[in-house]
């Protein structure tokens, strides 16, 4: 601001110098004129009175203090002049005008615009014309020769103009910056101030305003992005991280990156890159990528208008127990393929051999008992796929009622009474008559299966036991054996379907690879878990906690 006033009271201050010189110039010019035309009038009726009493004596006696005096005849020839001049004036126009009118008068400037010449004809009584000029110093002149004083005027003035314009912007500028900018008050001294402030504080409610509106916006995007357990991160076109939430962190295992650090810090896998320099190419990118905590699909999009990037959004999900179970789908297609494939492939044979009659009569029954016993394979095999179908989908066809758990383990041991005594295993069921509310149905299939592992993969000789117990919030169903154990490597995956710990000795024994399986979903139907405990050479313990609550 002070730099303003001083230029704008230096342009006014020397604007208004130069204006005046020029007015005072051309004021002096006009006054000097009038006072040079008004003595050449009075000039040239003296020297006229004095031509027409002296004639030629008057001029040779006269003094005309440096005018320049021209007396010539009425038809022109010069009587008289001053600086010699021997020729005609008759064409002058100054002469021709004074001879018809009187008298005339003429300014004309010189070669170099310095003077201005006067002049002044006369036209006496004898005929005779008296012409009187003098020379005065022309405008431009003047006015260079006030040049001189008007350049230290200006200067002086310019010096008093720095001064004036500091004294002058320090008094304007005070109350200026005496404004409290969070708070402004009324300046008493400068009432020209108050639009200035009222605005100050419509634009500070304004301002507030829209600042709170951010940062509520902020709080509901932090809140919102923060409870998903999805990752959310927002960066612009050069790939600087503008949002980012504590689940992208987590699901792509970094320990720092956060706003304004580069997306690239938040991981730095070859895959990632790609897909990332993808979407801030203007497309959309998807992949697989595996951490050490699981598989994360991270899904990349460009934000776009018209042509143009203005950032991308990326979008991570654990898709761990999603590749998990594809990979389970795939396997369990995998052996439910080989499963079915192995008895009808036998189921084939042995009819291909009966129809083309390359069997011996006496061998009709063994080969018709191996059929049968196929066909049960594949029957058992299919029942166990339903089962686990209606237990994955939650659609078993199984209302609760109230079930005698003891009862029901002793009606399953009668139930599996021949297989035992095939393999000479004795199995018993002790504990108390518990009646729990749930599906009959499964819970059977349950200890069914738990039962029939018991005997399959027992001793011949040996035993298991069923043991019913209760605590205040739980029910126990324990299935205990002596049979050949299970290796403590296998525990955490015999669960799974088809899993076998020992598949060449597996084979020799009757089952689907179901058995288990259906077990695991059977107790997680009714809320419950199930675990197993086991020493290789000495038995299995299978324990079945369901809640009461059930």
Known sequence: MTSKILKSILLLSTLAMIISSCIIAGLLNRYFSHRIEDELVTEAGLIGRGAELSGQAYFRNADFHGMHVTW???????????????????????FVTALTEGHADSSRYSSNLEHTSLRYALRLRDGTVVMVSD???????????????????????????????????????RPINSIDLDDPKEVSSCPELSPLINKIRTQNRNLGNQMEELRRSREQFSLITESMSEGLIVADPKLNVLACNSGALRLLGAESGGTGQSIFAINRSDSFRKCIQNAAGGRHSEIILSTPDGDREVIASPASSTDTVNGIVVFI??????????????????????????????????????????????????????????ADRLIILINDIVSLSKLDENTAPAPD????????????????SV???????????????????????ILSEVLYNLCDNAIKYNTNGGGYEVHISHIPKSVFITVS????????QHISRIFERFYRVDKSRSRKIKGTGLGLSIVKHGVMYHDGTVRCESVPGKGTVFTVELPVSK
Request: charged share 25%; glycine share 6%.
């Open 72 to 94: 010539a005849a009425p038809d022109g020839r010069i009587l008289f002049d001053t600086e010699g001049r021997r020729d005609s004036v008759a064409g002058d126009r100054d």
């Open 135 to 173: 020379v005065k110093l022309s405008f431009m002149a003047l006015l260079l020769n006030i040049l001189r004083p008007l350049l230290i005027s200006i200067a002086v003035v310019s010096a008093a103009s720095i001064l004036l314009a500091n004294l002058v912007s320090r008094h304007i500028v």
């Open 401 to 416: 009622e109230d079930i005698d758990l003891y009862e029901l383990a002793d009606e399953v041991n009668q139930r599996l």
């Open 481 to 488: 054996d002596t049979g050949m154990g299970i290796p403590q």
């Open 419 to 441: 297989s035992a005594a095939e393999k000479n295993v004795t199995g018993t069921v002790t504990g108390e008559h518990i009646i729990y509310k749930g599906s009959r149905t």
């Open 317 to 374: 999900m654990d898709v761990t127990e999603k590749q998990q179970l594809e990979t389970m789908r795939r396997e369990f297609t995998s052996n439910v393929s080989h499963e079915l494939k192995t008895p009808l492939t036998t189921i084939y044979g042995i009819s291909d051999m009966l129809a083309n009659d390359m069997v011996k009569a006496e061998d009709v029954p063994r080969f018709g008992e191996k059929i049968r016993s196929e």
